[in-house]
């Protein structure tokens, strides 16, 4: 039962017991729709912009700490997975307006991030791109201050794609040095 499942993963425990009280299993459906959610958006993503990346893979002038291309796959499934169990955990927190106020916060973020992409890759526009990161990075570190008031470990599941974004904006800046074309 329950017990034996606790003893053999300890993690899924410590995890239940800062839930306050909630469990695991029973909210099973809403960490799936909202990891769901989170990692379609970045499948929509990268399908709309498949040919922006693929051209900026070959054309761009890229920055010497620019990672692997095999890198961002790996690293966007891990992100958009822990956001989407951040997201649930919100979700389900008692309702009052820190809550509204993170949701509202995230659902801005997966949008900007989304349109980040169609910016950087299809459009080209890399200085547009880098004005939109600096309002996306702001986004996130107000929802993890936002989530903070809700449910700590949501707003600690954050922390990676804040530091990503920090990368992201460094990178995206590089890129434009490299690439305009005054």
């Keep these: 039962g329950s017990s034996e499942l606790r003893m053999t993963f300890p993690l899924i425990a410590g995890i239940e017991s800062?839930?306050?009280?909630?469990?695991m299993r029973k909210h099973v459906?809403?960490?799936l729709m909202w990891i769901l959610l989170c990692e379609g958006m970045g499948v929509l993503a990268a399908f709309l912009a498949k040919n922006g990346i693929d051209a900026f893979r070959s054309d761009a002038v890229k920055p010497p700490f620019s990672p692997p291309g095999i890198l961002f796959p790996v690293v966007w499934t891990i992100l958009y997975a822990l956001m989407g169990?951040?997201?649930?955990?919100i979700i389900l927190?008692?309702?009052?307006?820190?809550?509204?106020?993170?949701?509202?916060?995230?659902?801005?973020?997966?949008?900007?991030?989304?349109?980040?992409?169609?910016i950087f890759f299809n459009g080209k526009n890399y200085?547009?791109?880098?004005?939109?990161?600096?309002i996306l990075w702001v986004l996130i570190a107000l929802?993890?201050?936002?989530f903070r008031k809700t449910?700590?470990?949501?707003a600690l599941l954050q922390i990676p794609y804040l530091l990503w974004a920090t990368f992201a904006f460094f990178l995206n800046a590089a890129v434009w040095k490299l690439n305009c074309n005054p």
């Excluded at 547009?128 to 600096?134: D, N």
């Excluded at 929802?143 to 936002?146: A, F, N, P």
């Excluded at 449910?151 to 949501?154: G, V, W």
């Design 18 to 23: 800062s839930m306050g009280g909630f469990s």
């Design 29 to 31: 459906k809403s960490y």
């Design 85 to 89: 169990i951040s997201a649930a955990r």
């Design 93 to 118: 927190a008692s309702p009052n307006a820190d809550r509204s106020t993170g949701l509202n916060l995230f659902i801005g973020q997966l949008t900007f991030q989304f349109f980040w992409t169609l």
């Design 127 to 134: 200085g547009l791109a880098l004005f939109w990161i600096e």
């Design 143 to 146: 929802m993890i201050l936002s």
């Design 151 to 154: 449910d700590t470990l949501a």
